[in-house]
């Protein structure tokens, strides 16, 4: 009679490529991974398994974080299992803070390209203080225009 032959293959991931958004972006991290189905993905960062936010999400092989803060910087590990195998890789997140080497102008420029949002900006002198309105959606404060430090709400 006729014979079936199953192949089964062990869970294996073939890539996961780090990201460098910048501050306030969108990331996606994307763990390609191939495997006699179902194929069970895990996302873990240091130790413990990424916390689900509102900001914070994971479908299968991807994990998205809608608006990345600094803190969101580090390693990230993919896991991957089936019933055959388990396999596992890290990437990393480095965050650019749009703040580095810009001037006022160009802060406020960045932010209004980055973020639908309201910047706020204060420049404190001796004698006055100047808040500057930009007219996007969502608050952006930036406090200390001296070393243009981002604080977003």
């Keep these: 009679g006729p014979y079936e032959l199953i192949v089964n293959v062990p869970a294996r991931i073939l890539s996961l490529p780090p990201a460098e958004p910048r501050l306030v972006d969108p990331v996606t991290l994307t763990c390609s991974a191939l495997g006699t189905y179902p194929l069970t993905f895990t996302w873990r960062r240091g130790s413990t398994t990424v916390k689900l936010t509102a900001d914070v999400f994971v479908s299968h092989d991807n994990l998205d974080i809608a608006n990345v803060a600094l803190a969101d910087a580090g390693t990230y590990t993919c896991i991957v299992e089936n019933r055959f195998g388990t ?18 102008e160009a802060v406020a420029d960045q932010l209004s390209q980055v973020v639908a949002c309201t910047v706020e900006v204060e420049l404190t002198t001796a004698s006055s203080l100047m808040t500057i309105d930009y007219p996007f959606e969502k608050i952006c404060a930036v406090r200390n225009a001296s070393d243009f430090s981002l604080y977003f709400e």
């Excluded at 396999?87 to 006022?104: E, G, M």
């Design 87 to 104: 396999a596992s890789a890290d990437t990393s997140i480095t965050v650019t803070d749009v703040s580095d080497n810009l001037s006022f």
